[in-house]
């Protein structure tokens, strides 16, 4: 029987950053072997790259060990932990073989700051709601590759409600994208991404309806709680920077700024909420 008691918290720490520092590892080289005709090799010849790949390589360690430290490391949790990792590569090998082509075309070449971080915070979360889909089939189908029980009976018992707000996390991430390829000199029509971002809103509304239905008294109020945050959040950091860019200290923000801007602060306000109560911790 795997025994679930966790290490002191600094070994766990440790443990944990090892498993994502052999996670990211494997990843990158497999990415560079995938995208890149020299393989792993490639990723050596310029100190750029190798600074980018080792603040990389810091960043999952330390996101890995703090999100983990309170999780048992045992047999059990690995292997829940590869699975859900390679999950997260296969979607970003995904994404990285579209952009590639993409680049291949010259398609991204027309693309400034504005337009790279809406397609990267799409694709984000693209990657995180796979994990959840994942999740969700791994907690109906009773595979054990959640380490919580009480998590997995909740995600059978509401697996719906789990499977609509994933799906709406998707809508939103390919509205994004498709929004970051479009434009005069993009790779996609104005017309073209309007009809598509307008069908990807109507989805992302019915959704939206539908998971209100499903939720309880809490998860209503953890709603509006996060509603509430998040237009403060977007006074302050939106509205501020709308403040400096008239005085004339930095630049204006671009309409697609300002959409990247209402669908991170949305999260951001919905982990506050949940943080509140306490429904982030172990």
């Known amino acids: 029987m795997a025994n679930d008691k966790s290490l002191p918290a600094w070994r766990n720490f440790a443990a944990w950053s090892v498993a994502g520092a052999l996670c990211y590892i494997l990843a990158a080289s497999g990415a560079s072997a995938l995208l890149h005709e020299g393989g792993v090799g490639t990723m050596f010849r310029s100190r750029e ?15 890995v060990g703090l999100s983990s430290r309170k999780r048992p490391f045992n047999l059990r949790t690995i292997r829940n932990f590869a699975a859900s990792s390679a999950v997260a590569v296969l979607a970003c090998t995904l994404l990285l073989l579209g952009f590639d082509a993409l680049a291949r075309a010259g398609a991204l070449e027309t693309m400034g700051v504005s337009e790279w971080v809406a397609a ?10 796979s994990l959840g889909v994942l999740a969700v089939a791994s907690a109906q189908g009773g595979a054990g590759f959640i380490d919580d029980a009480a998590a997995a009976d909740d995600m059978r018992e509401r697996g719906r409600l789990f499977l609509y707000s994933f799906v709406w996390m998707v809508a939103c991430g390919l509205l994004l994208i498709v929004l970051a390829l479009a434009g005069p000199e993009g790779v996609l029509s104005p017309a073209t991404v309007l009809a598509g971002a307008l069908v990807l809103i109507a989805v992302a509304t019915l959704l939206s309806i539908a998971v209100w239905r499903l939720l309880d008294e809490l998860g209503r ?20 920077w709308a403040m400096l860019a008239h005085l004339g200290f930095v630049a204006g923000p671009a309409p697609l700024d300002w959409l990247s801007l209402f669908v991170a602060l949305m999260f951001v306000a919905s ?11 172990r």
């Open 49 to 63: 790259v190798v600074g980018i790949l080792g603040l990389g390589l810091l960043f999952s360690m330390a996101v």
């Open 120 to 129: 990267i915070m799409g694709s984000t979360l693209i990657v995180f709601a």
């Open 221 to 240: 109020t953890l709603s509006h709680e996060a509603g509430n945050m998040a237009f403060y959040l977007i006074i302050l950091l939106g509205g501020g």
């Open 271 to 281: 982990f506050i909420a949940a943080g509140r109560r306490q429904l982030l911790t």
